[in-house]
C-alpha cells in the first residue's frame, strides 16, 4: 500500500476518533434516558412488554383493547413509508450508479458479483431455515391469525407477474416485487436521459432525504411499537413464544458463518487464487470492527486499509467497497430469509417454493437501493413479508433481537465487500497482464 493511501486511512481513523470523543463528550451532559440508544430502548421496551404481557393474562382483553393499538399505529407507519421509500431509494441507488458508465466491465462484473452473492446467501437462509426449523416448533393460536392463505403462483406466473401492466396499482396494493421493478426502470431512464433527467435525478435524491428523514422519526417510534406489538401477544400466548429466539439467533448465526466460510473461501480460492487463511488473517480487523459496531459505512476505512494490505490496488479499492457499502447485503439476506420463515412458522403458515423464490427474487432486487437507509433492516423485512401475504405484526418477535443478528449480518456484508475487491482486482490484473503479453 502506499504512503498516500495509508496517510489517507489514518486520517479518516483519526477524524473518526475524535468524532466518537465529541460524541461522547456531547452525550455526557445529556440526562441518562437520552444517552441509551435506540436499540437499548426497544430491548428495554421488549422486556416492559413481557413484563405487561405476563400480568395481563388473566385479562389478554384490555391488552387487545388499550396498548394493542400502539403497536398497529406502528405498524401502519412503517407499511405507509415502505412504497414511497423504496421507489426513490431503489432510484437514486440506480442513479448513483452512472459512474459505472465510466468504469465500464469493472463495474458491470461487479454489480453482477454482488447480486450473485446476495441471491446466493438468501437461497441459504432458507434453506438453514428450513432444515433447522427455524420457528422452534412454536405456533401462535389460530385466533390471532389475521392471514387468508392464497393460492400460490406457478413459476411462470410470478415471472409475468412481476412486470406490471399499470403504474399506480402495484403502489396501492403495496405489490413489493413490481415496484421495484418499476423504480428500477425509471431509475434507469433517468440515467439515459442524461442532462434532460437531471432535474428529475434532484428531486429522486431531494425525496429519498425526505423519505430517510420521515423514516427516522418512524423508528424513533419502534420502542413503543414493539411493546404495543408484544404486550397482548404474551397475553394471549404466555411467555413460551419468545423460546423460539434463541434457537433464530443461532439459526441465523450458523447460516452466515457457512457463507462467510464456504461460500467466500470457494469464490477467493477459484477466482482470487488466494487461500482463506490468508483472507481471514487480513479481514480480522474490519470483522471485530464491523460485529462490536454493526455499521458497514463505520468499518469502511478498517475495510479498506486491510483489502489494500492483502493486495488490491488503491484504484479497486476506492470503487467497490463504497459500491458494496450500497449494494451488497449477503447479511441482510440471509437475516431476511430466516426471519420471513421463522415468522411464517411461528404464525403456522407453509411457504411454498414459489413464495420463497418471491422471497429471494425482492431480496436481491431490493439490495441495489435499501441498503443504506437507516432502519433498513425493519423495513426490508416488511418488504418481504408483504411480497408473500405473511403477517407484519411477525416484526415485533425478531425486534428485540435484531441487534445480535444486526453485528453478525454486518460483518458478513463487509467480508462479502472484501471478497468481491479482491476478485476483481486479481481479474483486473490478469487482464492488463495479457494485454502487455500480447503488446510485447
Given at each position: 500500500?502506499?504512503?498516500?493511501?495509508?496517510?489517507?486511512?489514518?486520517?479518516?481513523?483519526?477524524?473518526?476518533?475524535?468524532?466518537?470523543?465529541?460524541?461522547?463528550?456531547?452525550?455526557?451532559?445529556?440526562?441518562?434516558y437520552?444517552?441509551?440508544?435506540?436499540?437499548?430502548?426497544?430491548?428495554?421496551?421488549?422486556?416492559?412488554?413481557?413484563?405487561?404481557?405476563?400480568?395481563?393474562?388473566?385479562?389478554?382483553?384490555?391488552?387487545?383493547?388499550?396498548?394493542?393499538?400502539?403497536?398497529?399505529?406502528?405498524?401502519?407507519?412503517?407499511?405507509?413509508?415502505?412504497?414511497?421509500?423504496?421507489?426513490?431509494?431503489?432510484?437514486a441507488?440506480?442513479?448513483?450508479?452512472?459512474?459505472?458508465?465510466?468504469?465500464?466491465?469493472?463495474?458491470?462484473?461487479?454489480?453482477?458479483?454482488?447480486?450473485?452473492?446476495?441471491?446466493?446467501?438468501?437461497?441459504?437462509?432458507?434453506?438453514?431455515?428450513?432444515?433447522?426449523?427455524?420457528?422452534?416448533g412454536?405456533?401462535?393460536?389460530?385466533?390471532?391469525?389475521?392471514?387468508?392463505?392464497?393460492?400460490?403462483p406457478?413459476?411462470?406466473?410470478?415471472?409475468?407477474?412481476?412486470?406490471?401492466?399499470?403504474?399506480?396499482?402495484?403502489?396501492?396494493?403495496?405489490?413489493m416485487?413490481?415496484?421495484?421493478?418499476?423504480?428500477?426502470?425509471?431509475?434507469?431512464?433517468?440515467?439515459?436521459?442524461?442532462?434532460?433527467?437531471a432535474?428529475?435525478?434532484?428531486?429522486?435524491?431531494?425525496?429519498?432525504?425526505?423519505?430517510?428523514?420521515?423514516?427516522?422519526?418512524?423508528?424513533m417510534?419502534?420502542?413503543?411499537?414493539?411493546?404495543?406489538?408484544?404486550?397482548?401477544?404474551?397475553?394471549?400466548?404466555?411467555?413460551?413464544?419468545?423460546?423460539?429466539?434463541?434457537?433464530?439467533?443461532?439459526?441465523?448465526?450458523?447460516?452466515?458463518?457457512?457463507?462467510?466460510?464456504?461460500?467466500?473461501?470457494?469464490?477467493?480460492?477459484?477466482?482470487?487464487?488466494?487461500?482463506?487463511?490468508?483472507?481471514?488473517?487480513?479481514i480480522?480487523?474490519?470483522?471485530?470492527?464491523?460485529?462490536?459496531?454493526?455499521?458497514?459505512?463505520?468499518?469502511?476505512?478498517?475495510?479498506?486499509?486491510?483489502?489494500?494490505?492483502?493486495g488490491?490496488?488503491?484504484?479497486?479499492?476506492?470503487?467497490?467497497?463504497?459500491?458494496?457499502?450500497?449494494?451488497?447485503?449477503?447479511?441482510t439476506?440471509?437475516?431476511?430469509?430466516?426471519?420471513?420463515?421463522?415468522?411464517?412458522?411461528?404464525?403456522?403458515?407453509?411457504?411454498?417454493?414459489?413464495?420463497?423464490?418471491?422471497?429471494?427474487?425482492?431480496?436481491?432486487?431490493?439490495?441495489?437501493?435499501?441498503?443504506?437507509?437507516?432502519?433498513?433492516?425493519?423495513?426490508?423485512?416488511?418488504?418481504?413479508?408483504q411480497?408473500?401475504?405473511?403477517?407484519?405484526?411477525?416484526?415485533?418477535?425478531?425486534?428485540?433481537?435484531?441487534?445480535?443478528?444486526?453485528?453478525?449480518?454486518?460483518?458478513?456484508?463487509?467480508?462479502?465487500?472484501?471478497?468481491?475487491?479482491?476478485c476483481?482486482n486479481?481479474?483486473?490484473?490478469?487482464?492488463?497482464?495479457?494485454?502487455?503479453?500480447?503488446?510485447?
Amino acid at each position: 500500500m502506499s504512503e498516500k493511501g495509508t496517510s489517507d486511512v489514518r486520517e479518516l481513523l483519526d477524524e473518526a476518533e475524535r468524532d466518537i470523543k465529541d460524541i461522547a463528550k456531547e452525550n455526557g451532559k445529556k440526562p441518562w434516558y437520552k444517552r441509551l440508544s435506540l436499540t437499548t430502548w426497544i430491548f428495554i421496551a421488549l422486556v416492559l412488554g413481557v413484563m405487561c404481557g405476563l400480568l395481563l393474562q388473566g385479562n389478554p382483553g384490555f391488552a387487545d383493547t388499550y396498548i394493542k393499538p400502539i403497536g398497529t399505529i406502528f405498524l401502519n407507519l412503517i407499511k405507509m413509508i415502505v412504497v414511497p421509500l423504496v421507489i426513490v431509494s431503489m432510484m437514486a441507488g440506480v442513479i448513483s450508479l452512472k459512474d459505472i458508465k465510466r468504469i465500464g466491465a469493472i463495474g458491470g462484473k461487479t454489480i453482477v458479483f454482488y447480486l450473485f452473492t446476495t441471491g446466493f446467501a438468501v437461497c441459504i437462509g432458507l434453506l438453514f431455515a428450513n432444515v433447522m426449523h427455524v420457528g422452534g416448533g412454536y405456533t401462535l393460536a389460530s385466533t390471532q391469525l389475521e392471514y387468508e392463505a392464497k393460492e400460490a403462483p406457478s413459476f411462470i406466473d410470478t415471472l409475468v407477474n412481476i412486470f406490471p401492466s399499470n403504474f399506480v396499482q402495484p403502489m396501492a396494493d403495496a405489490t413489493m416485487l413490481q415496484i421495484i421493478v418499476i423504480a428500477l426502470i425509471f431509475g434507469f431512464g433517468i440515467i439515459a436521459a442524461g442532462k434532460k433527467g437531471a432535474i428529475v435525478a434532484d428531486f429522486v435524491n431531494g425525496m429519498n432525504a425526505v423519505c430517510i428523514k420521515v423514516m427516522h422519526g418512524i423508528i424513533m417510534f419502534a420502542p413503543f411499537g414493539v411493546f404495543g406489538l408484544i404486550t397482548p401477544v404474551i397475553a394471549n400466548n404466555g411467555p413460551d413464544v419468545l423460546l423460539p429466539l434463541l434457537w433464530l439467533i443461532i439459526v441465523g448465526y450458523v447460516a452466515m458463518i457457512v457463507h462467510l466460510v464456504v461460500v467466500y473461501s470457494g469464490l477467493l480460492r477459484a477466482v482470487a487464487k488466494m487461500g482463506p487463511l490468508k483472507f481471514f488473517k487480513g479481514i480480522a480487523p474490519a470483522l471485530l470492527f464491523a460485529f462490536s459496531s454493526a455499521s458497514s459505512v463505520g468499518t469502511l476505512p478498517v475495510n479498506m486499509e486491510c483489502t489494500k494490505k492483502m493486495g488490491a490496488s488503491d484504484e479497486m479499492v476506492s470503487f467497490v467497497l463504497p459500491l458494496g457499502a450500497t449494494i451488497n447485503m449477503d447479511g441482510t439476506a440471509i437475516y431476511q430469509g430466516v426471519c420471513a420463515m421463522f415468522i411464517a412458522q411461528v404464525f403456522g403458515i407453509d411457504l411454498t417454493i414459489q413464495q420463497q423464490i418471491v422471497i429471494i427474487l425482492t431480496t436481491v432486487l431490493a439490495s441495489i437501493g435499501t441498503a443504506g437507509v437507516p432502519g433498513s433492516g425493519m423495513i426490508m423485512l416488511a418488504m418481504v413479508l408483504q411480497s408473500v401475504g405473511l403477517p407484519v405484526e411477525g416484526i415485533a418477535l425478531v425486534a428485540g433481537v435484531d441487534r445480535i443478528l444486526d453485528m453478525m449480518r454486518t460483518a458478513l456484508n463487509i467480508s462479502g465487500d472484501s471478497v468481491c475487491c479482491l476478485c476483481m482486482n486479481y481479474l483486473e490484473e490478469r487482464k492488463q497482464q495479457r494485454k502487455a503479453e500480447a503488446g510485447a
